[in-house]
């Protein structure tokens, strides 16, 4: 026989183990929190799943991520980005590294169309990369330039990722995305400083364009800009100044960016029913993941607390000589591990449930740990050995491009995560100005929460009250 706590720990081994042989990731956190739950609580565990489902097929917050998702992949198939490439490389054709410079900024402002990681790291792959390549870039810095911009979509907002945050620990997703956008712009320009920077000291790894390719009339310059980045521009001032402002929740304003982008695929003339039908598919597809995975992290989550695992695990931590920076040193290492084996939706629906009721005894915002999160995912994509983003690129990479060349070409860039991550640290109103300047000190944007967080677990006494569903 086992107690309750050594049940909890055993559940969160076993599942670390089937996760680790490939077995999916929803359907793992279910099984193993009906066996584990039915274990510790019996029959009692049935009404706990009906419940926890209905909850989250039933939160208004998840209605905005098909929405984006959907607005993503419009976009992403009406040939928007290939436009907005070619006429963001025109308008800086002089600048050193222009390529990688245009290939960066493409990047970041798709990034706040669509937050699919796989999405635009391939596109770019195919439309950039050979670009870069044919004006002898070198191949490393052409691989990071790829690979680190694509990553962009998980910070920027309207970021999937700061949804599922917000839904998971319980903060304002308005908030969130008021609290990302500098750190997201930060980024983004220092990945461009970086890349401007190693074509000035090293112009043969970034060669400039030869003088017929640079030589574009300024009206022609003009007319691209006004085409392909402005209109896209203009949607997405409207979507997120909707949400910051309070115009519009979250869900209301991905609603607006969906039927924007519709119009805006119509009037490239890319829109097919075809390409419509294609999107609704990958868009079912991406929430229905999302969805179960939030049912099978709440059963799990719920299972654990209630075992005393989430204790077990509070009560060593507590035990530890740590202060706040180390506590968030020790996390944030623990989370840039686990993005080498799992993917960021696990990540947070599942682990970072268990660092929210820490929080508290280090006098850490939520806020501010969701923001740093989100930084820091954007290793998980560019670190070997599982760097996704790396291999997205070499799926669609000449043969002659090694695996090996793209994650080296990664590393600067994920030392620039680190360090934009310690800036944050050392001076966290880069993430607080621009709520509480919206918002006030109590950041007064609407709250969109889930009814109960998981990561509170609930008591053994509520277990016999749970109201039937109707």
């Known amino acids: 026989m086992m107690s309750d706590a050594a049940l909890g720990l055993t559940q969160l081994l076993l599942f670390l183990f089937f996760i680790l042989l490939g077995f999916p990731i929803a359907f793992t956190l279910m099984a193993m929190g009906l066996f584990f ?40 198939r009406a040939n928007i980005l290939d436009r907005l490439f070619r006429s963001l490389q025109m308008a800086s054709g002089n600048i050193p590294g222009s390529l990688a410079v245009a290939t960066l900024a493409t990047c970041a402002l798709f990034a706040t169309a669509t937050g699919i990681v796989g999405a635009v790291v391939t596109l770019m792959g195919l439309l950039a990369f050979p670009a870069m390549l044919r004006a002898g870039y070198d191949v490393k810095l052409a691989s990071g330039v790829v690979c680190a911009g694509g990553c962009l979509g998980i910070l920027i907002p309207p970021s999937i990722m ?28 220092l990945y461009i400083v970086y890349a401007i920077g190693i074509a000035i000291i090293k112009p043969e790894v970034a060669p400039r364009l030869p003088p017929d390719a640079v030589a574009v ?32 929740t979250p869900s209301e304003a991905a609603a607006m960016g969906s039927l924007g982008s519709i119009v805006l695929a119509i009037a ?30 709440y059963i799990f989550s719920s299972v654990f607390g209630y075992l005393g695992g989430q204790g077990v695990v509070e009560e060593f931590v507590k035990s530890l000589p740590l202060n706040t920076f180390t506590f968030m040193l020790l996390a944030q290492a623990i989370i840039f591990v686990l993005g080498w084996p799992l993917e960021w939706t696990e990540i947070i629906v599942i682990f970072v449930p268990i660092f929210l009721p820490l929080l508290d005894n280090f006098g850490v915002d939520p806020l501010f740990f969701g923001i740093l999160i989100a930084l820091n995912l954007q290793t998980s994509f560019l670190s070997p050995p599982v760097a996704m983003a790396a291999f997205y690129l070499k799926g669609v990479a000449p043969k002659h491009v090694r695996i090996e060349d793209i994650f080296r070409g990664c590393m600067p860039f994920i030392y620039i995560v680190i360090f934009t991550m310690l800036m944050v640290y050392i001076f966290p109103s880069i993430v607080t100005w ?37």
């Open 37 to 76: 739950g039915y274990l510790g609580m019996g029959d009692r565990i049935f009404d706990l799943l009906i419940q926890r489902t209905y909850a989250v097929m039933s939160s208004d917050v998840l209605i905005s991520v098909p929405l984006f998702v959907f607005m993503g992949y419009i976009i992403e």
């Open 217 to 248: 009339p300024m009206h022609k310059i003009l007319w691209a800009l006004l085409t392909s980045f402005l209109p896209l521009a203009l949607l997405i001032a409207m979507v997120l100044g909707a949400i910051l402002m309070g115009l519009a």
């Open 434 to 470: 621009l709520p509480e300047t919206l918002y006030g000190n109590q950041a007064g944007a609407p709250a969109i929460q889930m009814d109960a967080p998981p990561s509170g677990g609930f008591q053994e006494e509520e277990i016999p009250e749970l109201p039937p569903l109707q």
């Open 162 to 189: 700061l949804i599922l945050y917000g839904a998971t620990a319980g903060v304002s997703v308005v908030q969130l995305y008021a609290a990302a956008f500098i750190p997201g712009v930060t980024l983004a320009g």
């Open 268 to 297: 490239y003339r890319a829109f097919t029913f075809e390409k419509l039908k294609e999107s609704v598919f990958l868009t079912a597809r991406t929430s229905a993941m999302v969805c179960w995975l939030f049912v099978g992290s």
